[in-house]
C-alpha cells in the first residue's frame, strides 16, 4: 500500500510539473509562433495577399503555425540561432518556389513569396511509370503545388500517406487546404530520402557527408539545401539565376530574425545528387 501511494505521488508530481508555468514557459520559448510571431511573418511576405498573386488569401499565418506543430523537431532544434536561421531556409526555398517577384517589384524582388499555388503551364502531368509503388491514377496531374510545388507521383503518394490524404487520387488536396499545403512542404523538408539527407538535417548540424558526398563537393549550408530540392537542375552551374534567387530570399530573411547565414550558400561547385 504504502509503495503505491509513493507511486502515485510521484505521478502526481511529475503531471503538476508538466502543467506547471516553467514547463509551459519552456515550450513557448521553443515554440515557432514566438520565433516568426505574425508581424514578421507579415513582414517577410509583403505582397503574398496582393491581388496580382493567385494564392491570395491561401497562405495564412495560422496556417503554417499549425502545420509546423505536427513536426515537432522543425524550428525546435539545437540553439536559438540554429532554429531561426532553419526557418529561414525554409521559408526561402519556399519563397523561391511561390515567387511572384521580378528585379524591379515594389518592396524588391524577395517580398514576393507565397504568391503562386500551383505551377502554372506544367510541360508534363509529372507521372513517373516506372514508379511501381506509387501508381499514377488515370486523369491526374502531379504538378507543382504547394510552398514547396511538390511535384511527381512517387512525392505525392508518400507525402498523401504520411498526412492522411489519398496524394495519388487526389492530389489537388494540396492546393486546395492550406493546412495541407505548408504540411506537405515541411514533411518534405524533414524527410530524408537516401543517398540525400534530410533539409533539416543539413541546417541543424546533422548532416554527416559519405565518401561520395565530400567527392561531390557536397557541403553542409543552405547551398546543400538547394541540392537536395533542385540539384540536377541548378546544381553545379557557376552564377544560376534561380540559385541567386533563392540566395536572395534567404539573406533577407535571415536578417529579418537577426542571425547570419552561415557557410555555403550557393551549389556551384557542388555534384548534384
Not at 86 to 114: C, K, M, N, R
Not at 243 to 263: A, Q, S
Request: hydrophobic fraction near 35%.
Amino acid at each position: 500500500m504504502a509503495r503505491s501511494l509513493v507511486f502515485l505521488l510521484l505521478a502526481l508530481a511529475s503531471a503538476l510539473l508538466t502543467l506547471s508555468p516553467r514547463a509551459t514557459e519552456a515550450r513557448r520559448e521553443r515554440s515557432i509562433a514566438r520565433l516568426i510571431p505574425e508581424r514578421l511573418f507579415g513582414d517577410m511576405f509583403l505582397h503574398k495577399d496582393d491581388s496580382a498573386c493567385p494564392a491570395k488569401d491561401f497562405y495564412t499565418y495560422d496556417s503554417f503555425v499549425r502545420a509546423a506543430r505536427c513536426f515537432p523537431r522543425f524550428g525546435r532544434t539545437g540553439r536559438e540561432s540554429t532554429r531561426k536561421r532553419e526557418i529561414a531556409a525554409f521559408l526561402a526555398q519556399v519563397s523561391h518556389e511561390t515567387t511572384g517577384g521580378w528585379a524591379t517589384a515594389p518592396d524588391g524582388p524577395y517580398a514576393w513569396g507565397l504568391c503562386f499555388k500551383e505551377e502554372v503551364s506544367p510541360q508534363s502531368n509529372y507521372c513517373d511509370a516506372s514508379s511501381k509503388e506509387w501508381p499514377c491514377y488515370p486523369g491526374k496531374s502531379y504538378k507543382g503545388r504547394g510552398p514547396i510545388q511538390l511535384s511527381w507521383n512517387y512525392n505525392y503518394g508518400p507525402a498523401g500517406e504520411a498526412l492522411g490524404f489519398d496524394g495519388l487520387r487526389n492530389p489537388e488536396t494540396v492546393s486546395n487546404y492550406s493546412v495541407v499545403a505548408f504540411k506537405t512542404a515541411l514533411w518534405f523538408w524533414m524527410t530524408e530520402r537516401k543517398p540525400k539527407p534530410s533539409c533539416h538535417a543539413v541546417m541543424v548540424g546533422k548532416y554527416r557527408p559519405s565518401e561520395a558526398d565530400i567527392a561531390a563537393n557536397r557541403t553542409a549550408g543552405f547551398g546543400l539545401v538547394t541540392n537536395i530540392i533542385n540539384g540536377g537542375l541548378e546544381c553545379g552551374i557557376p552564377g544560376d539565376a534561380r540559385v541567386n534567387d533563392r540566395i536572395g530570399f534567404f539573406r533577407r530573411y535571415t536578417e529579418l530574425l537577426g542571425v547570419d547565414t552561415g557557410p555555403n550558400l550557393d551549389c556551384q561547385n557542388q555534384k548534384h545528387f
